[in-house]
């Protein structure tokens, strides 16, 4: 059988569009190409460049920064994408994104030009180069509260817990 949607392959030996992926994004300094909220704006861009399907994209939320509130403040949303890329392959450009929007890694939790996190992926659960879903999802409210803007009824695949209740949690 063969599909006329654009989504599917007609060969069996393609890889399958994955979807939903969940992917934060977050920034409190410059970067090249300006603002935080600027660089949010360039990185999804970049991503779609790169053939990632940006599905949904929450608001743009300010919030303090963490773990010293004397940095300058974040700019964080969450994007709902789909993608060919597997979650290796996924986190590399990732990576790349944040390095060609002037991403240096210098101390845990410095301030930075933009973090990019793989979230959820499909539900899916993985320890080891990549871990999924991320860590330290359910200790985020800067992570939680614009996921629930894209992902409403996202519940966490190892807790079962929804995003209400995560959030109440915190």
Known sequence: MTSNNPDVSNDPGAPALVAPVLISLGANIPSPAGTPARTLKAALAALAAAGIEIAAV???????????????????????????????????????????????????????????????YAGQIHQGQVTLPHPRIAERRFVLEPLKAVAPDWRHPVSGRDVDALLNSL
Request: charged share 20%; net charge negative; hydrophobic share 45%.
């Open 58 to 120: 929450s608001p743009f939320f300010e919030t303090e920064a963490w773990p010293n509130p004397a940095d300058p403040p974040f700019m964080n949303a969450v994007a709902s994408v789909r993608t060919y890329l597997q979650p290796i392959a996924l986190m590399t450009l990732l990576h790349q994104v944040e390095t060609d929007l002037g991403r240096k890694r210098s101390i845990a939790n410095a301030p930075r030009t933009l973090d990019l996190d793989l979230l959820d």
